[in-house]
Structure formats: C-alpha cells, structure tokens
C-alpha cells in the first residue's frame, strides 16, 4: 500500500515552495490548478483535475514520489462544473476526493508517498484543518484521520515551516519519533528523506540511477 501524506495551509504559507529542492527525477506533480511553481526550476507535471488521469499518472508515472498541489480544488471544481445537485452532488463530491485518498493508501505500490498540498479553514470545533467542501466528508470520514502524516505550512515573519504535531489547535500529527522537532523547515524533500528512513521505504531514486 502506498504512502498519502497530508501538507496543509493557507494560500502563501510555503506549501507549493516545499517543493524546490527535489530533482526532476525525483518527483512529478499533479497541477490542480495549473499555477507555475514559486520557484526556479522546472519539475514534471500533469495538469488535470481529472480523478481518471490522476489516478493513471500516479500508477504508471514511473516516480516513488508525488505531489498533488491545490488539491482541494478537486472538490472546488467539481462543486463548479458538477450538472448534479443537492445531496449528490456533494455525495460525489465526497466519494471521488476520499475514493483517491483511499486509492493511494490501498492500490499504489509500498514505496509510494503520494503528497496532497491542500488549503485550511476553521472547523467547527475551532482547530484549523485540512478545508472539505460538503459535510459528507466531515461528518463521516475526517479527512485527517485517512492519513498517518499531517504537516501544516506557517509563517513565523519572513520564515516557512512545517508544524509536525498538534498544539490543540490544529489537526497536525505524525508518527512517534518520525520529526524530531515540532517545527521543521518547509522543505518537502527532506519530509520525504525522512519518512523513507523511519518506515524503510525505498530511497526515492535508487543508487544505481543517480547521475553525477
């Protein structure tokens, strides 16, 4: 079973540029939202919000290691172009973003981490998480409770970070041990260095392939 691991913001939180210090044979990036990277450099990329195609490029993409940016705009423009309405639509809604959670945990091979790059807002119970659109999701699934890994992207003045546990306050949570500090740079490469390491994963390109 694959690896989905859950990195969460709001928008200029440092999500997109925890990208930048992976190799373009490193990683390949599910564009939601069809943005240009915050950073120099290029990586390859699909731009889809199509759940088919997704699911293909994650299965036959030929990396260990994915990101899917903006992915809550899966839910968003479906909500938008969706010819379904009331209950279903949002049921679909629900069924199609958690069906691609549950694909990676369950169909992509051990040694694939599939990252969801996904905006916050606050819950009900006043902790910020991961945003959903609907209640189908909330109310029967939590998000966050289909992922062992939840990083949020901060800003503390000029600097980002990734928060690897709760405070309270927030829905953030990860393995015994896997961070060794609760703040960490923002730096998605070294995240996936260090998960690879703790669950003895396959290094995310074997030696063999390196090139100098």
Not at 31 to 55: E, M
Not at 180 to 208: C, F, G, H, S
């Amino acid at each position: 079973m694959g690896v989905a691991v859950l990195c969460m913001g709001p928008s200029g939180s440092g999500k997109s540029s925890s990208l930048r210090n992976f190799k373009a044979d490193e990683v390949a990036v599910i564009n939601v939202a069809g943005k240009p990277f915050p950073f120099r450099g290029k990586l390859p990329q699909v731009v889809t919000s199509d759940y088919r195609k997704i699911k293909a490029a994650l299965l036959k993409g030929g990396r260990r290691s994915y990101v899917i940016d903006d992915s809550q705009f899966l839910m968003s423009f479906e909500e938008m172009d969706s010819n379904k309405s009331g209950y279903e639509r949002f049921n679909s809604i629900g069924f199609n973003f958690i069906g691609l959670v549950r694909y990676v945990n369950d169909e992509l091979p051990d040694d694939v981490i599939v990252y969801f790059l996904q905006h916050t807002e606050v819950g009900d119970d006043g902790r910020v998480k991961a945003k959903t659109i609907g209640k189908l999701i909330d109310n029967h699934y939590t998000l966050e409770g289909l992922f062992s890994i939840v990083l949020m992207c901060e800003v503390d003045k000029d600097k980002h970070h990734f928060i690897t546990n709760s405070d309270g306050t927030n829905t953030c949570k990860s393995p015994m041990g896997m961070f060794e500090e609760k703040q960490i740079d923002n730096d998605l490469k070294m995240v996936d260095t260090t998960i690879r390491e703790y669950w003895e994963l396959a290094p995310i390109v074997d030696a063999d392939a390196i090139s100098d």
